[in-house]
């Protein structure tokens, strides 16, 4: 129908400026540009953005982040990063269910959470979860891409950050980012493509 193939076509523009943007974080060509701003705003813009798909499955948002906390960090960057664990915790978590976005400020820096009360990740597919295109069995939705996590863990990783998961099967899944006050070490992404 003309529906299913505007779907796929739209999952198909959506991996190819995923993996454009891989490309260009691999190149050293994705700048990353820092500023000061409330996480926050971050999440409520990501809740907004996701409203529909998650009326569509009857799942609740709450958003438990103080707005005091502050990030230094690029926003659209860490808006994709948080877009994507949010993103993946709809497509996951159960109908009717809740998801917990959540922040915190300890001696590490900055901590965040997403959590789903979902079909959850089995234990074997945890440590693959953010390899490229890799989706977890044929129980999963089949209509992503495979390039969210990845992406996610890019910009964890460029912010000199932790993306950890955690996730019992039919329990649910939560992410973890773990974001150091200033970074220890900025990284530089090398452009020959050596270290």
């Known amino acids: 129908s003309a529906e299913t193939i505007l779907h796929e076509a739209q ?11 891989l490309a260009r974080a691999q190149e050293g060509r994705q700048p990353v540009i820092r500023e000061s701003f409330a ?12 409203e529909e798909p998650m009326r569509e499955k009857r799942i609740t948002c709450q958003c438990d982040v103080p707005p005091e906390i502050l990030l230094f960090a690029d926003q659209s960057l860490i808006t994709r990063l ?5 993103e993946n915790a709809v497509k996951y978590g159960k ?3 809740t998801i917990r976005c959540s922040a915190r400020e300890d ?9 789903d009360d979902g079909i959850g990740i089995a234990q074997e597919d945890l440590p693959h979860v953010f390899e490229r295109f890799f989706r ?4 999963r939705d089949r209509s992503g891409t495979g390039l969210g996590l990845s992406i996610a863990k890019w910009i964890a ?11 019992a099967p039919g329990r649910g899944t939560i992410f973890t980012v773990t974001l150091p006050r200033k970074p220890e ?11």
């Open 11 to 21: 999952r198909m523009e959506k991996m190819i400026a995923q993996m454009l943007m």
């Open 157 to 167: 990783d460029v912010h000199g950050a932790a993306l950890d998961v955690k996730s």
């Open 39 to 50: 996480l926050r705003s971050v999440f409520e813009g990501v809740c907004e953005a996701l």
């Open 136 to 139: 977890a069995d044929s129980a």
């Open 82 to 86: 948080v877009l994507n664990l949010v």
């Open 107 to 115: 001696a590490r820096g900055t901590v965040f959470f997403v959590q």
């Open 185 to 195: 070490k900025e990284e530089k992404p090398d452009f020959a493509g050596q270290s």
């Open 95 to 97: 109908p009717g269910g």
